[in-house]
Every structure is written in structure tokens, then in C-alpha cells.
């Protein structure tokens, strides 16, 4: 069962000021004026927070006294937010003006120095993702990960041969009847579309067939070493991040104090300081998991249905020849299209790869990690009493921060068990993989 669990992250800089002013007249004794600001309540927008959802996994402990093959794991979510930045201490600030009859009057303060108010500085909205689009990428993850991925894709380029040949090089040109610049440009982009989805992609394959064959009794062996067995595989995706940066004040501000004094400032000289927010959010995503997957012994005689199993999952492991769900997929036109905007053709490899090889995941996982944050800095100078740029107070930084772990099913994402057929419950029991519910 899950449990959540909240708890607050104060905001460890400093919250608490005292400032000292002192009057002075000739022939006068001094005044002296202490205010004391304890724990201001401006700083409770800065407090962070932290929620977190996970199970209790009491067998992990014991997970390699176990003889069956089993997910002890188990799904995960945190979101914290927290700040960083900003002076640790306090910040020492003093003024004096001196007026003609030589009477003065003095600030002293110390306490918080930051760019901006407390309650101005905001933290950003968390950058997560759906639970739909974590499926989506551990789909995708499974497939790139799969210890029956083939090697080569023989059964798809075969099929676009005899349905698209790519045309020669220099087709378009040749078809020109006249060689007016719509003409010519047309041509172009026709011969450069012929290149890119032709050719190249064409080229390809046939790399990728000829280095298959190359290794193919290396990929064998490999292939009948690890039937059986638990195979780990891991998939990263590219990380990706996003950055922009937006004045949030106008000019001519100087920077923040809990408590204030014209003292600071100078009297001829207006601020040319502004508040600037920097965003950034950067997003990492990887897959962990554990494949088993039967493949017949190399002494299956080929006039046994083992023997005939053997020969059809070793075609499909090294050149990708077999006649599945994904590879009468890939032979539609315009699938690839399709696939652009939803991954079926990667969802019904894993079909393909579960129906001949017997392939299920004794664990996978989908995680992520985000991180959204905005950074307040004050630009431009400010200036003091003797009219000379002031201290800056230095940047803080509000962080939005979340952790995923989702889990898989033996058959995939956005699967449960109680919706796996007879069929592929009989496929786990026969390989030694239990569930353990949460």
C-alpha cells in the first residue's frame, strides 16, 4: 500500500533584522533607536515543502534468497520545492547624513539582503510529465532495450522495395521540361525529399543487413547463452532542458531589506538596478529492467516444433525476418506517419517480441527527474550615500523539483495484472516469475 508523506523545508537564510539609529545634536546627548524584526513573516513564501509516495518492499531484503524470478519493487513519486541562494548570514548595511548645524543622523541595520521582496519571489510550477506520456517512453524504452530487438529489419525493407524503390538520383531533373525557377526549385525539393526519405533511409538498411549478417554467430551465441536467463537491460533518453529569462521590476529599484532607510541611498544618483528571473527546466529520463525470453536449444531437430521455433526466433533476432503484427505494420503506407504522432508501430513490436520469443519483463521501470527553478538576480547598480555603486545582494534561486519511478507490467506499461490473458499468465508461470501485489 502506498503511503504519503509531507513535511516543510524551511528557508535556511537569514530571517531576522535589528537596525540602529542614532540622532545627534551639538550640545545635545544622543538618541539611539533599536527595532528588532524576529522571524518575519515575509519569509513564509520561501518555505519549501516535500511530498512523498511509496510503498514499503519488505522482501527486497531477501530478494537474493529467492528462487523465483519476481518484481520486489515498486512505484515512486516525490515533489519538494526548496531554496537556494541568498546571503547564509546576516548583512551588515550603514548610513550617515550630516546636516549644516552639524547635527547627524546614522542607520546601522542587519538582517536579510536579497534582490526582491520575499513575497514577490514565487517558485515555478513543477515540470513532470503525465502518467500517459511516461507510458509512452517506457514503451518506447522496452522496445529500443529488448534482448529480441533485431539486428536488421530484412521483412520491412524487402516489403518497401516492392512498394517504393527509391528513384535514381537525378530523376527530377531529368523530368524537367522547362527550366524556369518554379521548375527548378519543385526539382530541387523533389530530389532532396527522394535523398532524405529514400536513399539514405535505404542505404541504411542495407548497412544494417550486412552487419548483422557480419555478426550474426556472435549474436547467436549470445542469444543462446542468455535464454533463460535474466537479462538486465537499461535505455536513456536524451536529456532534454529549456531556459529564458524575463525582467519581472522596472528600472530603478534598489535592492531588498526587511526594514528600510532613505540612509543608504544617495540623494543625486536614482537607482539603475531591475530584477531579472531566469528559468530553467531540465528533464532526465531512463528505463530499467529485467527481460526472460525461451529459445529452443541448438539441438532442436529442425522436424520438431522446437527445432522449427529455434530457426524462426534466430531469422527474426538477426535479420528482423517474421511475418508479426509490427511488421505488417511497418508494410502499411504512411505507418510512419502515424507513428509520429503515437507509437503504435513501437507497441506492437513489443506484441511481436512477446508472441514468438515468449519474451516478458520480470521488471521494468520508467523513471524521471525534473528540475524547474527560477533565479531572481538584481542587474545594474544601485548607489549609496557617497554616491558610488552599492553591494549587490546576491542571486536566489526558487526550485521545483519532482522524482518518478512507474511501473511495468511482464507485458508493458498501463497494463495491470488482473488484465493479462490466460495465455500470458501461463507464459509467467512457465518462465518462474511471481507477483508479489502492494
Partial sequence: ???????????????????????????????????????????TSLDGSQVTVS????????????????????????KRRYVTGGNPGDVVMYGKQVDQDFS??????????????????????????????LRALGTTAIQM??????????????????????????????????????????????????????????INDVEKILNAIEKANALIRQYDRDSGRLVRRGWKFKPESSYDITPVT???????????????????????????REHKVTRTRWFSGAFSYYCPPVDSSIYTTDGIARKVILAKKVLG????????????????LVDWF????????????????????VYGYM????????TYTLVGPWFNRAGTPGPMPPSVTLVSETKRRIQATPYGFGLTYDGLSTMQKSILAALGITHHPH
Fill in 1 to 43: 500500500m502506498a503511503i504519503t508523506r509531507n513535511r516543510v523545508l524551511p528557508y535556511e537564510g537569514s530571517r531576522s533584522s535589528v537596525m540602529v539609529q542614532t540622532q545627534t545634536v551639538p550640545g545635545q546627548p544622543s538618541r539611539t533607536t533599536v527595532t528588532r524584526r524576529l522571524n518575519s513573516s515575509a519569509f
Fill in 55 to 78: 510503498e514499503n518492499h519488505p522482501l527486497w531484503r531477501s530478494r537474493h534468497l529467492s528462487r523465483h524470478l519476481s518484481d520486489l519493487g515498486g512505484e515512486f513519486s516525490s
Fill in 104 to 133: 547627524s543622523t546614522s542607520a546601522n541595520y542587519a538582517g536579510p539582503f536579497l534582490p526582491l521582496s520575499p513575497t514577490d519571489m514565487q517558485f515555478p510550477p513543477f515540470a513532470d510529465s503525465s502518467d500517459s506520456d
Fill in 145 to 202: 532495450a529488448s534482448p529480441s530487438r533485431p539486428a536488421a529489419d530484412v521483412t520491412t525493407f524487402i516489403g518497401e522495395i516492392f512498394q517504393d524503390f527509391p528513384k535514381e538520383l537525378g530523376h527530377a531533373f531529368h523530368e524537367l521540361r522547362s527550366f524556369g525557377p518554379t521548375a527548378l526549385a519543385k526539382a530541387v525539393s523533389g530530389e532532396h525529399l527522394n535523398v532524405q526519405f529514400g536513399w539514405l533511409p535505404f
Fill in 250 to 276: 522596472a528600472l530603478g529599484i534598489g535592492p531588498w531589506t526587511s526594514q528600510f532607510s532613505n540612509l543608504w541611498y544617495s540623494q543625486i544618483k536614482d537607482p539603475l538596478s531591475q530584477v531579472m
Fill in 321 to 336: 525476418a517474421r511475418l508479426t503484427p509490427d511488421a505488417v505494420w511497418n508494410l502499411i503506407p504512411w505507418s510512419w
Fill in 342 to 361: 503515437a507509437n503504435v508501430g513501437t507497441l506492437l513490436q513489443n506484441v511481436s517480441n512477446t508472441i514468438v520469443d515468449n519474451q516478458v519483463l
Fill in 367 to 374: 523513471m524521471e527527474h525534473t528540475v524547474s527553478s527560477y
